[in-house]
């Protein structure tokens, strides 16, 4: 259809291709080798690849062999003609093109005027938090609902956690223990959110969901069981808070990422990326023919050894 304008013929569309995991060397390689067997009289079949962005490295790669078309935001008439919707003020400073949320409702020029007005919180991400921090649940229960909400919920009960174990443990050191283990639950479940989400792991989205609501409800029900009536949904905690992608966002998806690489703590990736600088421009610590995974196992034990 390219080179013709008529229907017909195979073409290949790799969406998201931003997404293919910066460890993943096999599906690069063989994406490169097609392309650069290219040519006029092995033509193959037309490959589209849609990217967020071509600043990182392996996209740059790629870009070597293609044709590159930006696609800029739209129009303001062209999306009003689209949606048929007017387009608000605090989209246009925020949304970043994004039409989705127009779609949602999630952006109205009252709120621009009127930052005072209610935040209009998800049905039953609210009653969902609540649910699992004062009552008890089937462990194994199946939660059917959409990974958003789910996440959401469990920010709240995050949000309203130390005060659910205050009202049974009181200001000690036992509720400041069983505080960390279940903040290193949700830890946990942020973690497989991280690795779902940039190396497409989708499966652990469900295991992610069961540890967030699942598993904090049996640890603070059998550990500090509520004996009064529930709060009422009022006296839930919500702060609303940015789901797009930001550039706060950015900078958590790269300190996981050197976390992972050097084998250390999230909290303590400025000093291993520091040290591990530091030990590239030295040879008193790291000889320059090293391979690349020695050097990161180095740093890993090095870490430890801090």
Same mark, same amino acid.
């Given at each position: 259809m390219m080179e013709t304008g008529k229907k017909g013929g195979l073409g290949v569309i790799l969406d998201e291709i931003d997404g293919l995991s910066s460890g993943e060397k096999g599906g690069l390689q063989s994406l490169l080798a097609y392309l650069r067997e290219w040519s006029p009289a092995n033509p193959g079949?037309?490959?589209?690849?849609?990217?967020?962005?071509?600043?990182?490295?392996?996209?740059?790669?790629i870009s070597r062999h293609c044709l590159?078309?930006?696609?800029?935001?739209?129009?303001? +008439?062209?999306?009003?003609s689209l949606l048929g919707v007017t387009v608000p003020n605090e989209w246009k400073r925020?949304?970043?093109?994004?039409?989705?949320?127009?779609?949602?409702?999630?952006?109205?020029?009252?709120?621009?005027?009127?930052?005072?007005?209610?935040?209009?919180?998800?049905?039953?991400?609210?009653?969902?938090?609540?649910?699992?921090?004062?009552?008890?649940?089937?462990?194994?229960?199946t939660?059917?609902?959409?990974?958003?909400?789910? +996440?959401?919920?469990?920010?709240?009960?995050?949000?309203?956690?130390?005060?659910?174990?205050?009202?049974v443990k009181g200001n000690t050191r036992e509720a400041w223990d069983l505080y960390v283990k279940l903040f290193q639950c949700i830890q946990e479940s942020?973690?497989?959110?991280?690795?779902?989400?940039?190396?497409?792991?989708?499966?652990l989205l469900g295991l992610s969901q069961d540890v967030k609501l699942n598993t904090v409800n049996m640890y603070i029900s059998q550990e500090a069981?509520?004996?009064?009536?529930?709060?009422?949904?009022?006296?839930i905690r919500y702060t609303?808070?940015?789901?797009?992608?930001?550039?706060?966002f950015n900078t958590w998806k790269m300190l996981c990422e050197i976390a992972d690489s050097h084998g250390t703590s999230i909290r +303590?990736?400025?000093?291993?990326?520091?040290?591990?600088?530091n030990m590239e421009n030295s040879s008193g610590f790291v000889a320059k023919k090293q391979d690349k995974k020695k050097k990161v196992d180095s740093m890993a034990l090095f870490s430890v050894v801090q």
């Open positions: 079949v037309p490959v589209i690849f849609i990217s967020n962005t071509i600043h990182q490295r392996m996209l740059q790669m590159t078309i930006k696609v800029g935001m739209a129009d303001e +008439n062209q999306i009003t925020l949304g970043n093109g994004d039409l989705r949320p127009l779609l949602r409702g999630e952006y109205s020029d009252a709120r621009d005027a009127e930052e005072d007005l209610p935040v209009e919180i998800p049905d039953g991400v609210v009653p969902l938090a609540r649910w699992c921090l004062y009552t008890e649940m089937d462990p194994y229960l939660l059917e609902m959409e990974n958003n909400d789910s +996440n959401l919920a469990g920010l709240v009960i995050a949000e309203n956690l130390p005060d659910r174990i205050e009202g942020d973690y497989a959110d991280y690795w779902a989400f940039f190396y497409q792991t989708w499966r069981p509520w004996k009064s009536e529930e709060p009422d949904l009022g006296a609303p808070v940015l789901t797009k992608q930001s550039a706060l +303590n990736t400025p000093i291993a990326l520091m040290l591990s600088l």
